[in-house]
């Protein structure tokens, strides 16, 4: 018996699961064998909301700063302005997961 049962250990889930009271007894379920692999989506995610989440930015799994994002598709080319961190995911979930392995014990 748990009190929660999260499907899914991406970032969404390892946040719910980091945010449980620490009374609660839970369970995540993920068809991953490993934390962060494979990779199932971005590795962007923007500056300005990241660092309010998680106080800064200087984290190891943070690679780079990207201000400007250009996307081409056949002869069609178009650039725009975007203020993001670019994200090592598998070491970002990894990080995510910690203090929800350490509430485990």
């Not at 400007?68 to 070491?91: G, M, S, T, W």
């Not at 990894?94 to 929800?100: G, S």
């Amino acid at each position: 018996m748990y009190d929660v049962v999260i499907v899914g250990a991406g970032p969404a889930g390892l946040m719910a699961a980091r945010n449980l009271p620490k009374t609660f007894s839970f369970l995540i379920i993920d068809k991953k064998e490993n934390i962060g692999l494979p990779l199932k989506c971005g590795e962007g995610v923007r500056e300005k909301e990241f660092a309010q989440l998680f106080s800064h930015k200087n984290y190891p799994f943070v690679r780079n700063t990207v201000h400007e994002h250009e996307i081409v598709y056949k002869n069609i080319r178009r650039r725009f302005k975007a203020d993001y961190l670019q994200l090592d995911r598998p070491k970002f979930e990894q990080w995510l997961a910690e203090p929800v392995k350490d509430k485990k014990k």
